[in-house]
Nanobody, 119 residues
Framework: QMQLVESGGGLVQAGGSLRLSCAAS????????MGWYRQAPGEQRELVAT???????NYADSVKGRFTISRDNAKSTVYLQMNSLKPEDTAVYYC?????????????WGQGTQVTVSS
């Protein structure tokens, strides 16, 4: 089991920065792929970035070069540094943890944190 709690959302002007944090409880954090997803009003939830337990990262094209995902396994925390924010980045951001026991996987989700970027 893994519980996830996000923090760091808020209101920022376009061009500004925010850093989201996701604190995980449970012993499986270090073996899990962690990720950030977002959902804007009326839209589907979409992938923002993921990071494997080994540190390999993957980003949505829309955030490449602006967002950076990182993790601290000793603190069981994953971060999303968001720079050069745009109004279209406005969404609820969700932390995700995925553990794989082949051939199945289990997803864990946080409650979400609101990010609002004003123009």
């Amino acid at each position: 089991q893994m519980q996830l709690v996000e923090s760091g959302g808020g209101l920022v002007q376009a061009g500004g920065s925010l850093r989201l944090s996701c604190a995980a409880s449970g012993s499986i954090f270090s073996i899990s792929t962690m990720g950030w997803y977002r959902q804007a009003p009326g839209e589907q939830r979409e992938l923002v970035a993921t990071i494997t337990h080994g540190g390999n990262t993957n980003y949505a094209d829309s955030v490449k070069g602006r967002f950076t995902i990182s993790r601290d396994n000793a603190k069981s925390t994953v971060y999303l540094q968001m720079n050069s924010l745009k109004p279209e980045d406005t969404a609820v951001y969700y932390c995700n943890g995925r553990t794989v026991v082949s051939p199945t996987y289990t997803d864990y989700w946080g409650q979400g944190t609101q990010v609002t970027v004003s123009s």
